[in-house]
């Protein structure tokens, strides 16, 4: 379930932040393997902005739907929904996730 | 606990044609693993890729019965590539 309130403010955050986690957790403490693979593979590529859904449980079911994606971390790249652990580890390994930072 | 059969025939009947590969990581019935090679993937972004599988698992990942599914998607041409 998403309200409008709840999407301002996942817009904002997205267009705001270069880097965008929704993660189980924070970056120096991740809670989930998941969530921490995801951190280990941006950090060294720009500064990330990191939501810990575990806090808010509003947003933990709330950006599932916003991005219709049913897993946790979720990552935007530039405003763009890029997906979980799976698709960045494997563009990390295809060598495309530093261009999709810098654009 | 959730049957890796039961799983894989619900990802086979939404994608016709796929194939599907799963695997127990954990042994505890709610980490899975899954490589699926489907000819619907093609022109299909990793995301929306994903999302196919992931479609008619949505109940099972919403209850949190089915906490993780680790995904590699393939077109068949992908796929017979990355066999080599």
């Given amino acids: 379930m998403i309200n409008d309130a709840l999407k301002a403010r996942f817009d904002k955050e997205i267009s705001e932040n270069p880097i965008v986690i929704y993660m189980k957790g924070s970056a120096l403490f991740p809670q989930c393997g998941f969530s ?3 951190v280990s593979l941006l ?3 720009g500064k990330l902005y990191t939501v810990n859904v575990l806090a808010e449980p509003d947003v933990r079911d709330g950006i599932k739907a916003y991005s219709n994606w049913p897993t946790i971390p979720q990552v935007f790249i530039r405003g763009k929904f890029v997906g979980g652990c799976d698709i960045v580890t494997e563009l990390a390994e295809r060598g495309e996730l530093e261009a ?3 654009g | 606990m959730l049957n890796p059969d039961v ?3 619900r990802i086979e009947q ?6 599907v590969e799963l695997r127990d990581t954990t042994g505890t019935g709610d980490h ?3 490589r699926v090679v489907s000819p619907t993937f093609a022109g299909l972004s990793m995301v929306e890729q994903h ?3 992931y479609g008619p698992l949505k109940d099972v990942l919403q209850t949190g019965e089915l906490h993780a599914l680790a ?3 393939y077109t068949p041409e992908q796929w017979s590539k990355v066999k080599r």
Wanted: charged content about 20%; glycine content about 4%.
């Fill in chain 2, 51 to 53: 999302q196919q599988v």
């Fill in chain 2, 14 to 19: 939404a994608l016709p044609g796929a194939q």
């Fill in chain 2, 7 to 9: 799983l894989k025939a």
């Fill in chain 1, 100 to 102: 999709m930072i810098k």
């Fill in chain 1, 43 to 45: 950090q060294p590529l």
């Fill in chain 2, 32 to 34: 899975f693993e899954a």
């Fill in chain 2, 71 to 73: 995904l590699k998607t």
């Fill in chain 1, 36 to 38: 921490a693979k995801t």
